[in-house]
């Protein structure tokens, strides 16, 4: 019973799993297929691709291949014309010889008459042939006969410019920027003048200034007008086209550097005048004094006034009295005309003093002021040191200027004072004499009276 119990229940299990396994190989097989399809589906278009890219490889193979060709026929192309061009320069080199040569001196000319051409006041209505040298100076090439010709032509036209004066009409530029069109002689190609002497002649804008300061005597239009008339006449020049008149701007005139001395500049000049002033009035009262001394030693009994009639009057006064108060009397009376005689030659002296000191205070002033601007700018630029240097020269000068001639005056004045105190001198001991020998003879005439 147990056996047949337990052969039943195999039998089961067995009819059981083959059941299950035949439910789980359905799956299996589904996708086994499925994916099979998918492979041969795959490979389908592998297959493709790779004949689409065989196809494509082919031909960029043929393009390839047509480039290389095309490549070696430029090559070869290229090569002879390389071949070519080296035949046509030496054929060239050999068919022009020395024209090259030629070629760089006409240029040389061309841009030396060029330069000439910017610089000179011909171009003030005497340039007609400009545009030729230009193109023979920007040229390339050899130079063909009519700009050789037009060349020729330039260098004939500035040569002819270079000895005649001409009239033309030219836009003048004044101060105010105001432009107008004004008649100039152009003397040659040294400058071109009009009312108001040379001008400066722009030859880029084709305009005309007014130069900052003429030469003395410089030429006008009315001074060359008798020159047209081909009378002779004589003309201030300047060989350098300009360069000299403005040089000469910049060369400062006397007020120019007495404004450059500053204010102690000034103060120097001012103490100069009051001294100049003050030598004029004592030279011309020192002078009156001894004409009227001259004439009071011709008339010594009949005083005036002047120095020697004032002590001859205190002589007539005063000559009662004994010989020793007599003496002192006169004496007085000489060192009172001293004393007037002198007067203003202390301050002549101190003026004479006090210039040159001036003059070192205001270098030092310029020396600071010089420093100043060095240390705010640097040294590298003289011309913002031009002010502080030329303030430490100029004060110096003046200082100098200003002692020497009141000095001189100085001491002019004073021998004349010593010279009119010496003959006060001598007339008063003269008188002192006199007076002593008529006492010593009244004295010795009682003597011999009372004998």
């Not at 067995?14 to 399809?37: E, I, M, R, Y």
């Not at 201030?236 to 550097?257: I, K, W």
């Not at 010594?300 to 005063?318: C, I, M, W």
């Not at 303030?391 to 021998?415: E, K």
Request: aromatic content about 4%.
């Amino acid at each position: 019973m147990k056996r047949s119990i337990i052969a039943t229940l195999i039998a089961l299990s067995s009819l059981s799993f083959c059941t299950l396994a035949g439910d789980l190989a359905a799956p299996a097989k589904a996708d086994a297929k499925a994916q099979t399809q998918h492979n041969i589906q795959r490979e389908a278009g592998f297959r493709q691709t790779e004949s689409e890219l065989a196809a494509l490889k082919a031909q960029l193979a043929d393009q390839k291949q047509k480039l290389q060709s095309e490549n070696d026929k430029l090559a070869a192309q290229f090569s002879a014309n390389e071949d070519r061009l080296a035949r046509l320069e030496e054929n060239l080199r050999l068919e022009t010889g020395s024209l090259g040569e030629v070629f760089g001196v006409v240029r040389q000319h061309a841009k030396e008459l060029q330069s000439e051409f910017d610089q000179s006041v011909t171009g003030a209505g005497a340039q007609l042939n400009t545009e030729v040298v230009d193109d023979i100076v920007a040229a390339k090439k050899l130079p063909s006969l009519p700009q050789l010709t037009g060349l020729w032509s330039a260098l004939e036209e500035q040569i002819n410019a270079s000895g005649e004066i001409q009239s033309s009409q030219i836009k003048y530029v004044d101060g105010e920027g105001l432009s107008k069109e004004v008649t100039a002689q152009r003397i040659g190609v040294f400058g071109l003048v009009s009312d108001a002497g040379y001008l400066n002649w722009n030859n880029s804008k084709q305009d005309a200034t007014a130069y900052v300061k003429q030469p003395a005597n410089g030429p006008t239009s009315s001074n060359l007008a008798p020159l047209l008339n081909g009378e002779r006449v004589v003309l201030v020049v300047d060989p350098s086209r300009g360069q000299m008149l403005e040089q000469l701007a910049l060369t400062p005139s006397l007020m120019d550097r007495l404004h450059a001395g500053g204010a102690v500049g000034k103060v120097i000049l001012g103490l100069l005048m009051i001294g100049i002033v003050i030598a004029l009035v004592r030279g011309v009262s020192l002078s009156m004094a001894r004409q009227k001394i001259r004439r009071q030693l011709k008339t010594p009994q009949t005083p005036s006034d002047n120095p020697l009639g004032r002590v001859l009057a205190v002589y007539s006064k005063e000559k009662n009295l004994t010989l020793e108060a007599l003496e002192l009397r006169l004496l007085e009376a000489v060192v009172d005309e001293q004393a007037g005689l002198e007067r203003g030659l202390s301050m002549l002296k101190l003026l004479a003093a006090l210039a040159p000191m001036l003059g070192l205070l205001g270098t030092v002033t310029g020396m600071i002021e010089t420093f100043q601007v060095i240390t705010q700018f640097g040294n590298g630029d003289p011309k913002v040191m031009a002010g502080g240097i030329s303030m430490a020269l100029v004060t110096t000068v003046l200082g100098l200027i200003a002692a020497m001639p009141l000095l001189l005056a100085h001491n002019i004045l004073r021998s004349q004072a010593e010279t009119i105190r010496n003959i006060l001198e001598k007339q008063g001991i003269a008188l002192v004499a006199n007076q002593a020998e008529q006492e010593s003879n009244k004295l010795s005439s009682s003597l011999e009276n009372a004998a």
